[in-house]
Nanobody, 120 residues
């Protein structure tokens, strides 16, 4: 199973970006999917998660600015980021809990990370 993230870049404060992350490989079902971020010298923090049923959880500081969504048919999770702030500058990582077959309990896989830089 591989997760391929894309969509990062450099944007001015107040701007928007959309991140995408597609899972591929031996996939029977995907349970939770999510986005995390890690700034230099800091721990990796949860940004947003979405369950297979569509329940969503956000980090407080991104509520109202970020929107997570998923396309189950495409095994893809998205993160729409608006009104970006310099404090949002980080490497963003996607993850997914992937069930590989009927007998599997599921394992967590991570994407490679995509850099988001917000200039002031």
């Amino acid at each position: 199973v591989q997760l391929q993230a894309s969509g990062g870049g450099l944007v001015q404060a107040g701007g928007s970006l959309r991140l995408s992350c597609k899972a591929s490989g031996s996939i029977y079902r995907i349970n939770d999917m999510g986005w995390y971020r890690q700034a230099p010298g800091k721990q990796r923090d949860l940004v947003a998660t979405i369950t297979s049923g569509g329940s969503i959880n956000y980090k407080d500081s991104v509520k109202g600015r970020f929107t997570i969504s998923r396309d189950n048919a495409k095994n893809t999770v998205y993160l729409r980021m608006s009104t970006l702030e310099p404090e949002d500058t980080s490497v963003y990582y996607c993850n997914a809990v992937v069930v590989k077959n009927f007998y599997d309990y599921g394992h967590t896989y991570w994407g490679q990370g995509t850099q988001v830089t917000v200039s002031s």
